[in-house]
């Protein structure tokens, strides 16, 4: 994309939903230097699946990662993850969206903060827990209830999409900002 148009290599961020949010995470943790933010929606972290069987597994909530991650591995270079996954998701369990964020923390050395629910209006309400290392965000998971394997806030009339959903495109946003303008880590 970046030779192709006139993208900041400075300013890329990945994000996939179902199986492109696990091809998302899989390019972060193979190309880390490439990308600022990676957010994960309805996807099973990167490395529990090696075939279609071990796929549907993962998808079931039932496979730890081929190649856990060691502590430290994230530390001064990985982006930052957001995972957003529908507690009524019965394509890929919600499982998933725990063991990522869990995951990914546990590599970067930070901590679990506290829970906190969120609604906007009359959307699904949200359960947001931030994940940090000292003062930095390391992972943030966003457990949408009511949300099945769609997009959450999506058009109306599109498949795999949820219009009641909170809006995942501008939490998505908002999130890859964030980290646009946080100095670059090394």
């Known amino acids: 994309v970046c030779v192709l148009y006139a993208a900041d290599r400075e300013r890329i961020a990945v994000a996939g939903l179902s199986a492109g949010a696990s091809m998302a995470a899989l390019l972060a943790t193979r190309y880390p230097q490439r990308f600022k933010a990676l957010v994960m929606h309805s996807g099973v972290p990167p490395g529990t699946a090696s075939s279609t069987?071990?796929?549907?597994?993962?998808?079931?909530?039932?496979?730890?990662?081929?190649?856990?991650?060691?502590?430290?591995?994230?530390?001064?270079?990985?982006?930052?993850?957001?995972?957003i996954h529908g507690e009524a998701d019965s394509v890929v369990s919600a499982r998933n969206a725990g063991a990522a964020a869990?995951?990914?923390?546990?590599?970067?050395g930070a901590s679990e903060?506290?829970?906190?629910?969120?609604?906007?209006?009359?959307?699904?309400?949200?359960?947001?827990?931030?994940?940090?290392?000292?003062?930095?965000?390391?992972?943030?998971?966003?457990?949408?209830?009511g949300l099945g394997h769609a997009w959450s806030g999506g058009a109306a009339r599109q498949r795999f999409s949820d219009a009641n959903g909170p809006d995942a495109s501008r939490m998505v946003w908002r999130f890859a900002a964030r980290q646009f303008d946080t100095p670059t880590r090394g």
């Open 53 to 83: 069987v071990s796929a549907i597994g993962a998808m079931r909530g039932r496979r730890e990662p081929l190649a856990p991650l060691a502590p430290g591995d994230i530390v001064g270079h990985w982006p930052p993850l957001m995972v």
């Open 102 to 108: 869990q995951m990914w923390s546990q590599a970067a």
């Open 113 to 145: 903060g506290e829970p906190q629910q969120q609604r906007r209006g009359q959307r699904y309400p949200m359960t947001v827990t931030h994940f940090k290392r000292a003062r930095q965000v390391v992972a943030t998971l966003v457990e949408v209830g």
